[in-house]
């Protein structure tokens, strides 16, 4: 724990803010900043990084899934579904974490977020496609439709291959007790890619399930005493900020330009982190 001045307490409620921003607006939980924040720039040992930022990723979650239930963005459905696996593989991750040394931890962090980087420019070019209206007689308990404010249209869509996704969602959830990044990272790109959810309703819906998995996982590491109570406290007042901000951007910005800027601040953690896990290894 670095020493409380006024200056750090102040980077350390910004950086909240940002965490929180990201998070809300992105479904990721902003662990994936948090994470080598803590370790490059404070020097906080992997673990306790780890365990700060899925308590963070919790406050994210209860900040806006609330929000997002109430205008009908998240759907409950999917959401309950997937957490549960993902809630099993979060558990799953903690207990593997405090077995493995944290120079191997910071070493798969960075080799995850490559790709992670590689898929979010990919997306963040795609050209936007409109919604297509869900086919006749093919409905099920999980389709759902949501307003979107930046289109102007309401955006109706089907929900499909619910079975791989639940299997996935046990790895996302791993990832997430084990590297402290929400499992929002895998979560987004399930339910955008392999069940057909537009963007922002995935987003919505993967930070509706990503407190769960986290709060999971959080107590293991609690159990454990790795938990830095005084950093973690200060970081979580400025997510909560951040969160409202993210729910805001959510709304009204394009989900392909947040996912450009996501893809750049990415592709530099994952090389900061992959040079000093190379060096400690």
């Not at 930022?53 to 806006?64: E, H, K, P």
């Not at 790709?115 to 990919?122: C, E, H, I, R």
């Not at 969160?243 to 592709?267: D, H, M, N, P, W």
Request: hydrophobic fraction near 60%; charged fraction near 10%.
């Amino acid at each position: 724990m670095p020493e409380l001045t006024a200056f750090n307490f102040a980077v350390l409620v910004s950086f909240g803010v940002f965490i929180g921003l990201m998070g809300s607006a992105m479904g990721i939980g902003g662990g994936i900043f948090m994470v080598p924040f803590l370790v490059l720039a404070l020097k906080v040992p992997i673990h306790q990084a780890v365990a700060a930022s899925l308590v963070a990723i919790v406050a994210t979650s209860s900040a806006v899934a609330a929000v997002n239930v109430e205008r009908g963005l998240a759907n409950i459905r999917l959401g309950i579904t997937l957490e549960v696996t993902t809630a099993l593989g979060s558990i799953v991750g903690a207990l593997i974490a405090s077995r493995l040394p944290s120079a191997a931890m910071q070493l798969m962090f960075a080799l995850m977020l490559f790709p992670v980087s590689a898929l979010m420019f990919l997306k963040g070019r795609r050209p936007h496609k409109p919604a297509e209206a869900v086919p006749a007689g093919a409905a099920s308990v999980f389709d759902s439709g949501f307003f979107d404010p930046a289109a102007a249209a309401h955006m109706p869509y089907s929900v499909r291959n619910m079975t791989p996704a639940s299997f996935i969602s046990f790895f996302a959830g791993s990832l997430s007790g084990l590297l402290g990044i929400g499992g929002g990272i895998v979560q987004v790109p399930v339910m955008n890619l392999l069940c057909g959810v537009p963007m922002k309703a995935a987003a919505a819906t993967s930070n509706f399930i990503i407190g769960v998995s986290a709060a999971a996982s959080a107590y293991v590491y609690f159990r454990q005493g790795v938990i830095p109570l005084e950093l973690t406290a200060i970081i979580v007042v400025g997510v909560l900020i951040g969160s409202f901000l993210g729910i805001y951007a959510l709304y009204k910005t394009r989900s392909e330009k947040l996912q450009l800027v996501f893809s750049a601040l990415t592709l530099l953690v994952a090389v900061k982190m992959l040079l000093v896990s190379l060096r400690a290894l």
